[in-house]
């Protein structure tokens, strides 16, 4: 898409419901499609069919027509979510100027009973705590002034996977199998390499990063990541590992495991404990119209030691960045990087801090095109909730670059560097 293409497709609502939905049968569906999105774009409280209709018909009478037509085209199986999200990629690419980033994260909807699909107590980020809630797992493409989700997929739990009535409840086809949020991410990444998409260095926080399994599909991707990791997370110190493998003797079994010997590995809470306060730098952030912000972070060339007992080889070198405020008794965050040696420290601080983005597109999301406020209990009907939502989130976007408000940029990310 070039850009004529786009000032012409985003110039209104109609013509971007036109392009976003083109691939759906039917000019009915298309019209009800773009009805839908009107309802997630309305003034309402709750994005819901119900007072979204209230609000967008002339006569009142006319209403409860209208929510039904717009129910059938969320929950219609004549349309796959694949075609319309494949078009807000393209659309992505002239919303999110200077794209540096896939992000990838999940969020939390909070949920009563236990028929809509995936719904079960577990973690949630909104609510702080477990609780009744559906989990859906989305990746972003960012820059340093917007973004926009370009993948949204529920979680379901292994507990709805075998429970065979309450699948077909809930219309989940036969096909779905049991994924973690990590073979979601993955399958998300492959979709949109697939698409074309030019790739990015990928975001994410502990709960993927802390994933050796998640590391190594980026690896064997290709892809470059600055992901977050937990503090027990186990590395050898730069110019350490185990004992090489003994020659054998000819004698008895040969030896085929690397076992630690004269180092062991250690967390990467205990390595931070051991550097000295000359190697952390202090970096200064910029965020838009804020103050700067000011980080105290090292950055040091490791390997992982996962199962390092167990004979696991080291991993590759990275970059291990730590991040310690000097005012607070232990660090803060720890990054894990495979950018290449010559990236500079300063660039792997932005790319740890821009993952933080995806919170702003959460907060979008819901507050307003209502992702949380989808209240049917149909697997179809869910995803197509999610793609409406993401094309109603890719309107606004539009609408913010084609007609920005009078203020500063909306995530300005800069740095300056010296040492501690």
């Keep these: 898409m070039d850009t004529r293409s786009y000032n012409t497709v985003c110039s209104d609502l109609p013509s971007f419901c036109d392009f976003v939905f083109d691939s759906c049968p039917g000019v009915p569906l298309r019209i009800n499609l773009g009805r839908c999105m009107e309802a997630r774009l309305s003034a309402a409280k709750r994005k819901t069919h119900q007072p979204a209709a209230n609000q967008l018909v002339a006569r009142q009478e006319d209403a409860d027509g209208l929510r039904q037509r717009m129910n059938r085209a969320t929950l219609s199986h004549r349309w796959m979510d694949s075609g319309p999200r494949q078009r807000l990629f393209e659309i992505a ?49 960012a820059g340093w002034t917007a973004s926009q989700p370009l993948e949204a997929d529920l979680y379901l739990p292994k507990v709805w996977v075998e429970d065979v009535p309450r699948r077909r409840e809930a219309g989940i086809p ?10 979601i991410s993955l399958r998300q990444i492959d979709h949109m390499l697939a698409a074309g998409l030019p790739e990015k260095v990928v975001l994410a926080d502990s709960a993927y990063g802390n994933s050796s399994k998640f590391r190594r599909g980026l690896r064997s991707r290709k892809l470059e990541y600055n992901v977050a990791i937990k503090p027990n997370t186990t590395i050898w110190r730069p110019g350490q590992g185990p004992d090489p493998v003994p020659e054998y003797s000819g004698m008895g079994r040969p030896t085929t495991r690397e076992l630690p010997g004269e180092f062991h590995p250690v967390s990467v809470a205990g ?37 390092a007992y167990k004979g696991h080889p080291p991993g590759d070198e990275q970059w291990l960045i730590i991040v310690w405020p000097k005012d607070q008794k232990k660090p803060s965050d720890y990054f894990l990087s495979n950018l290449g040696r010559r990236v500079r420290p300063k660039r792997l601080l932005e790319l740890a801090c821009l993952r933080w983005r995806v919170e702003r597109d959460y907060q979008d999301m819901k ?22 939502c993401m094309a109603a989130h890719a309107f606004l976007a539009s609408q913010r670059k084609l007609f920005p408000p009078q203020t500063g940029r909306i995530d300005s990310v800069g740095a300056q560097e010296n040492h501690a």
């Excluded at 980020?125 to 859906?136: P, Y």
């Excluded at 036969?174 to 073979?183: A, L, N, P």
């Design 271 to 307: 390595f931070a404990l051991e550097l000295r306060n000359d190697q952390f730098k202090r970096v200064r952030l910029w965020r838009g119209r804020h103050e700067p912000k000011e980080l105290r972070a090292a950055f040091v060339r490791i390997r992982t030691a996962r199962d």
């Design 367 to 388: 507050q307003e095109v209502g992702l949380e406020h989808y209240e049917g209990r149909s697997w179809v009907g869910l995803h197509h909730h999610l793609t409406i």
């Design 174 to 183: 036969d096909s779905v199998i049991f994924e973690t949020k990590v073979d």
């Design 93 to 141: 690419e002239h919303n999110v100027p200077g794209a540096v980033a896939w992000m990838i994260d999940d969020t939390g909807v909070i949920k009563k009973g236990n028929k809509s699909p995936g719904v079960q107590r577990q973690y949630c980020g909104k609510a702080g705590k477990r609780e009744n809630c559906q989990l859906v797992v989305s990746t972003h493409l």
